[in-house]
């Protein structure tokens, strides 16, 4: 199975609430990734684990947070939603190790901030 | 940190035609390039992908090329089906912990048949 899965795939939020959003994949991927893509615009990486260890990038270091009980899960959490979330959220996971890792994508959960 | 631009942003071509993406790059030591497809509805699916060791990569209709020199590489599809219309995404990365991916803007491709 090389399905990377996301839950919901459509969440509502409203301003100021927080929103979890799952990912889950069974490949024994080492390495998951959250990125948030907007319309007509990149994905772009918000943070990653390798193995146990997060990765945040400089400029989302203090809007997003995450964890990822075990190897299979990571979730994205937002504190306190604004109405610049909304946006497609996409998870990804790849095996590293040495190798040019191919990045295997869920479905994206689709956020919309009221 | 990594930019990479993408054009065109929309390309239209006619069945049977070829169609190209082009991509540049501004960090010399990123070292892996690879092409993801987004069809609408659906999950990015990487389609190909060329490593800094090559300069040209052909799979069936697609084709990649690098030009380190020029920090520049293209997506080369050629005889275009309806089926190739999608999203299409260039990245780069360098090879290292995390593996990270610096995608392009994207290129909205539309095969007329």
């Known amino acids: 199975d090389t399905t990377v899965k996301q839950n919901p795939r459509y969440k509502l939020a409203r301003v100021g609430k927080p929103v979890n959003l799952i990912c889950s994949q069974t490949?024994?991927?080492?390495?998951m990734y959250w990125y948030q893509k907007k319309p007509n615009q990149a994905p772009k990486l918000l943070l990653f684990?390798?193995?146990?260890?997060?990765?945040r990038e400089a400029d989302t270091f203090e809007k997003f947070q995450s964890s990822r009980p075990n190897n299979s899960f990571c979730s994205l959490y937002i504190g306190s939603a604004g109405l610049e979330y909304s946006a497609m959220y996409l998870c990804?996971?790849?095996?590293?190790?040495?190798?040019?890792?191919?990045?295997?994508f869920g479905p994206g959960t689709r956020l919309t901030v009221l | 940190g990594e930019q990479v631009e993408q054009l065109p942003s929309i390309l239209r071509v006619q069945e049977g035609s070829s169609a190209s993406i082009n991509c540049s790059y501004e960090?010399?030591?990123?070292?892996?390039f690879p092409w993801y497809k987004q069809e609408p509805g659906e999950n990015p699916k990487l389609i190909i992908d060329?490593?800094?060791?090559?300069e040209r990569k052909q799979i069936q209709e697609l084709i990649v090329l690098l030009d380190k020199k020029a920090k520049r590489f293209s997506l080369h599809i050629t005889d275009t089906q309806p089926g190739d219309s999608a999203m299409y995404f260039c990245?780069?990365?360098?090879?290292?912990?995390?593996?990270?991916?610096?995608f392009g803007g994207g290129t909205r491709l539309t095969v007329r048949p």
């Open positions: 490949m024994n991927h080492d390495t």
């Open positions: 990804a996971s790849s095996r590293l190790g040495g190798n040019y890792a191919e990045q295997f």
């Open positions: 684990y390798y193995d146990k260890i997060l990765n």
């Open positions: 960090d010399s030591a990123s070292n892996y």
């Open positions: 990245a780069a990365s360098v090879n290292n912990a995390g593996a990270k991916l610096t």
């Open positions: 060329i490593r800094s060791n090559m």
